[in-house]
């Protein structure tokens, strides 16, 4: 992580003074943003950097579901499962994505190229169902939409 | 179109979010009204007598949370708007965030001036990818503007924000786990008291108030208490956000002047359900609000007091309508593995309750369910109630509790036939 220094120096600037210990959820996602995931040397030198005990970093990263201490593929993909997904065919759209890729949720195509997973709401219940692709939101789903989408995921 | 519209009012374009067409709309007037022309003890009386109430789920008085904190104790303060959307059904913050983000942003700094805040926080949630984008876009344009930061508009006040992403946890959005959370923590909430307008964030006294609910601010400010008053009902003054979903033909989110009719809203807005079908029952606000049945919501108003009459509540404004055919048990299933996942396991009763009636409705579901499963779930949700430090585990209990007072018997024929009365259906085809 050390690289990475000089951007928090600047995210300490917009904190007030005192703060370092705020810094720990923006410095962790920054970290798995560049490496993919967060390995245990990025712990001790974060824990370092910000002055904040090795356990508040380790406790944070088992605690949010969007950090990772291992890396996934190169498209990860996450489907709503929750109540207004399901309404509109969340379980059917996953079930075609399982078929197709090979893989359950939890699992990573062997080529590395799909992590697929399950999430809880995502807050899109009006355009359901819905998936995220790394960052992104893909809404209003159907198979035809998913196939092309997938085929253009190398 | 539902009654007045405050927050809104203007057609969605490419660049309505953007700070020009915010201003050309009369943005930012309302804080150089409060800046040049009132005292903060001014705007707080203001939004206190504007009887505005929260608009996250509790509906809890902002002015009376306001009231808390003394402007001049002589310590820092903190404000922190509740962008931490979460609640299954529940995604109109994200329409303010993305469509109309300028509106918090002068809400939150007119809500400072109030409270003698120079810091202000908004806590995102972790997933939101546009709606972040948009947010930090706006705080951008606000600060090359001159409204954040040192001597804003000529004055004396100064004020900065930091847009503070969250990782993925419901419970965070709890006010003190959000805390918890924003100081770099996992998302533990905490018993009160000491309140958190009392101590809060690093132990400050801290205002944390939910996106829509502060985005009434600059309304109320730029017309008046009295004015937001003449809006809704007189014990729910203003409109609401309902983010409605499920078996409608129009879901989408959709600002309605509390006290309009339920039934008109759903059918002439919503464009009624799907399939010509009619409403098994309604979730009226994200899932920890009990369930109302068709018949039951005919001749209610969307209205706080009504709901609470109806033993419900509007809490979050996540409506999801329910259309006849749909297989309650296997809906309830869901509910039950969301509230176990999400549980943050610091309370015994949740840790371990929100496991036992995820497991009970897995065993039902694959057709293993026992005759006294049903007085179980009452009783798992009835030793929660109360007895933990958050509401989690009290709002697995009013879910499972309210779908089992109304819809019992599916439940029992599941027990005894080993199979759904509805297949374990919960599609609606869409109407053509």
């Known amino acids: ?58 406790e944070v990263l088992s605690f949010y579901t969007m950090f990772r201490r291992r890396p996934v593929g190169r498209w990860q993909l996450q489907f709503c499962h929750n109540v207004s997904c399901s309404m509109n065919g969340a379980e059917r759209v996953l079930e075609h994505v399982q078929k197709k890729l090979g893989i359950r949720p939890g699992e990573t195509t062997p080529d590395g190229r799909f992590t697929l997973s399950t999430a809880e709401c995502l807050g899109s219940c009006g355009t359901a169902p819905m998936m995220m692709v790394n960052e992104g939101y893909h809404e209003d789903l159907t198979i035809a939409k998913i196939d092309e989408l997938l085929e253009g995921l190398k | 179109m539902p009654g007045r519209q405050l927050i809104m009012s203007f057609p969605v374009t490419a660049t309505s979010h953007s700070l020009d067409e915010y201003r050309a709309r009369g943005g930012y007037g309302a804080l150089e009204k409060a800046l040049r022309t009132m005292t903060p003890a001014e705007v707080t009386k203001e939004v206190t007598a504007s009887g505005l109430q929260g608009r996250g789920g509790a509906a809890f008085e902002v002015g009376r949370k306001w009231q808390v904190v003394v402007y001049d104790d002589g310590q820092p303060h903190y404000l922190i708007a509740n962008a931490d959307e979460g609640e299954p059904g529940t995604f109109k913050d994200r329409w303010i965030l993305e469509n109309n983000p300028h509106v918090l942003l002068e809400s939150m700094l007119i809500s400072s001036y109030a409270l003698g805040v120079r810091n202000c926080f908004v806590y995102i949630r972790g997933e939101f990818d546009l709606p972040y984008r948009r947010l930090a876009g706006a705080v951008e344009e606000a600060y090359a503007a001159g409204y954040f930061g040192e001597r804003i508009l000529g004055t004396d006040f100064c004020c900065d924000i930091v847009v503070y992403r969250g990782a993925g946890a419901y419970v965070a959005g709890e006010a003190s786990g959000l805390i918890a959370s924003l100081e770099g923590k996992k998302g533990y909430p905490r018993n009160r008291p000491p309140r958190l307008t ?66 008109k809203f759903l059918e002439e807005d919503c464009g009624g359900v799907r399939d010509g079908r009619a409403i098994k029952c309604v979730v009226p606000g994200g899932v920890s609000s009990k369930v109302l049945t068709g018949a039951e919501i005919r001749d209610l108003p969307l209205s706080h007091e009504a709901l609470w009459d109806a033993g419900s509540t509007l809490g979050s404004g996540g ?90 018997g599916e439940f029992e024929y599941y027990i005894e036939h080993k199979r759904s009365r509805f297949q374990g259906n919960l599609e609606c085809p869409r109407s053509s």
């Open chain 1, 1 to 58: 992580m050390r690289h990475l220094i000089p951007e928090f120096e600047k995210l300490r600037e917009r904190f007030p003074a005192g703060f370092e210990s705020s810094m720990v959820l923006p410095c962790v996602r920054r970290i798995q943003e560049d490496r993919g995931y967060v390995a245990d040397e990025d712990i001790s030198q974060l824990a370092a950097y910000l002055g904040v005990p090795q356990i508040q970093i380790e």
């Open chain 2, 198 to 263: 009392v101590k809060g964030l690093y132990q400050r006294p801290t205002v944390v108030n939910n996106v829509e609910s502060l985005s009434n601010v600059a309304w109320i400010i730029a017309h008046g208490a009295a004015a937001f008053k003449e809006i809704g009902t007189p014990k729910s003054p203003g409109t609401r956000l309902f983010s409605v979903s499920g078996h409608v033909n129009r879901p989408g989110v959709y600002e309605v002047e509390l006290g309009y009719p339920w039934m």
């Open chain 2, 319 to 408: 409506m999801i309508v329910i259309a006849e055919g749909t297989c309650m048990v296997t809906l309830s299933q869901i509910l039950m593995r969301f509230y176990h996942h999400e549980s943050c396991g610091q309370c015994t009763p949740c840790r371990h309750g929100m496991g036992w009636l995820h497991r009970i409705m897995d065993r039902i579901v694959a057709g293993q369910g026992r005759p006294e499963d049903i007085e179980r779930l009452y009783y798992i949700s009835k030793f929660n109630d109360g007895t933990t430090i958050c509401g989690l585990g009290d709002a697995a209990g009013y879910a499972i509790s309210g779908i089992l007072d109304k819809f019992r």
